[in-house]
């Protein structure tokens, strides 16, 4: 594919109710006109963000990985967004993409935050993921991720990066120049899905999601109220910017 329609869905999310969540994207995929490829929820979209505790465990079998399937099918798309899964007696936060045969791909935070206590509940992941769909690879990122260069580096491994977040108001100046910097850096086309209203934990998120073109460019931003977009990504211009700018021959070689 050429071109890859995206669905950006910048959702208000109620604190620690996974089944009104799950309703409520149900609901707003459904008012979404024209087909796309793939739909975008924020970071652990089912609770908010640490939003987990004294709620039953979910695993890779439970409600929410069956829901994105169902989405995934009825669609006819990817469904991606991360949740708080449960395996062998830990937790994580993970980045979940479903394809619309219901097949599984999935990415743990690498960098949880540990400056709000997340690396007290959850469980880092060790491995960079890369997905390929429709003919396009595309790198998955979570929220906290973004602030790591290295490990969000281009190795000539993907042509999209996604990242999900529950990203606050007060470092939204932060979320805007990194990820632009990420496109840049990167010469890759970023996603960035982010949550709006107020989380149980008295956090603001203030939305700002956004698309980055391989030059860095921002060619769409979706505000600060809940809401959706279907942005279109060109992947001659992608090959048109590393044609004319081949700057990652010449990037160095992290190993983590």
């Known amino acids: 594919m050429t071109e890859m329609n995206v669905l950006l869905v910048q ?6 109710n996974p089944s009104r969540n799950r309703e409520h994207l149900q609901t707003l995929l459904a008012g979404v006109e024209g087909p796309f490829d793939i739909a975008v929820f924020p970071e652990t979209f089912t609770t908010g963000f640490l939003g987990d505790s004294n709620l039953p465990d979910e695993d890779m079998n439970g409600a929410t990985v069956k829901w994105m399937q169902e989405m995934a099918r009825l669609h006819d798309c990817a469904v991606t967004g991360s949740a708080v899964i449960v395996e062998h007696g830990e937790r994580f936060n993970r980045m979940i993409f479903v394809t619309p045969d219901g097949a599984l791909n999935w990415y743990d935070k690498r960098h949880l935050f540990a400056f709000g206590g997340e690396n007290r509940r959850y469980t880092a992941g060790s491995d960079r993921v890369i997905v390929e769909y429709r003919g396009w690879r595309i790198n998955l990122q979570v929220c906290y991720d973004l602030r790591f260069p290295a490990w969000c580096r281009n190795r000539d491994d993907y042509d999209l990066m996604i990242l999900v977040a529950n990203w606050p108001a007060k470092r939204v100046h932060h979320w ?5 910097a990420r496109a840049i850096e990167n010469q890759s086309w970023v996603v960035a899905v982010n949550r709006v209203g107020d989380d149980g934990n008295g956090l603001h998120y203030p939305g700002s ?3 980055h073109d391989p030059m860095g460019a921002r060619v769409a931003e979706l505000g600060s109220e809940e809401s959706c977009r279907i942005v279109k990504l060109d992947r001659l211009h992608l090959e048109e910017v590393r044609k004319q700018f081949p700057f990652q021959q010449d990037a160095d070689q992290f190993i983590i």
């Open 209 to 211: 999601s956004v698309v």
């Open 11 to 16: 959702a208000q999310l109620g604190w620690k």
């Open 176 to 180: 805007s120049v990194l990820l632009e």
